[in-house]
């Protein structure tokens, strides 16, 4: 006699047993200084800060996909302006954080997020992507009004192999050590103390963009100047922005990375 035995178990799984990802005792990214964030754009098919609920206007963008859900997808004069939340215009200390994957720019500087000074050149809080770069390296600037955040003799941040992969930069600054830094996928690049600077001060703060820079709209979102042939557009995508009122720590800033970085 043969005995026959079945069952409609299921192939075992060990990724079902595997304990939640846990990097400093966060395991979402929403854990990361909740209280102090001021400003969301997830760009997860929809403009809308989800904090203020303030609306952006797009000119020549699109979706696609992003480090988390979608992304914006920028193009050759596409970008999207904003009003800016008054919370942002009000920022006294501040961490920007964003991702971003886009081609070596070879037309122009890029600008990723700007909000704009409409009295002057360049805008109150300023990341950019540089001219310049080649196929293994990068030039980040971050300004503020305040002035630029330099490595040494000039005026950008190096990054390493950034192209047509998903990276995340972080932006802050602390009043009460009047500090700014600079992270790169998490890890900090740049440092520059102001002395005495305090409390920040944001002037003519009322328009935001993102995928280029304040003057490369049309119109401009500044009096002070109109377009320029070294300054262009984003082509790639840019995901997750982030606005807190406080400069974050190492920890969170390197946890945050790591925890969006896997679409948490």
């Known amino acids: 006699m043969t005995l026959v035995l079945s069952s409609c ?125 080649d196929a293994s390296t990068g030039r980040l600037v971050a300004r503020s009004y305040t002035g630029v955040v330099n490595n040494g003799g000039d005026n950008f941040l190096k990054l390493v192999d950034p192209w047509n992969k998903w990276n995340q930069i972080a932006y802050s600054y602390d009043a009460t050590t009047s500090t700014y830094k600079v992270y790169f996928n998490g890890s900090k690049i740049g440092e520059k103390v102001v002395a005495n600077l305090g409390q920040l001060t944001f002037q003519d703060a009322s328009k935001m963009v993102f995928g280029t820079v304040q003057f490369q709209t049309t119109p401009s979102l500044t009096t002070s100047t109109g377009k320029q042939d070294w300054a262009s557009y984003l082509t790639g995508q840019i995901d997750e922005v982030k606005i807190f009122n406080k400069a974050l720590t190492d920890v969170e800033i390197g946890s945050l990375s790591k925890l969006e970085g896997r679409g948490k």
């Open 9 to 133: 178990q299921k192939d075992f799984d060990p990724t079902t047993y595997a304990p939640p990802l846990n990097i400093n005792g966060y395991t979402s990214s929403k854990q990361i200084a909740t209280s102090s964030l001021v400003a969301h754009w997830a760009f997860d098919g929809s403009l809308i800060d989800s904090v203020s609920n303030t609306a952006g206007t797009n000119t020549g963008t699109s979706f696609g996909t992003g480090v988390k859900g979608k992304s914006l997808q920028g193009a050759l004069n596409g970008y999207v302006t904003s009003n800016t939340p008054a919370a942002v215009q009000n920022l006294k200390s501040f961490t920007l954080t964003c991702w971003f994957n886009m081609p070596l720019n070879d037309k122009g500087i890029v600008g990723l997020v700007d909000v704009a000074k409409s009295s002057d050149f360049w805008g109150n809080l300023t990341l950019f992507m540089e001219n310049n770069g």
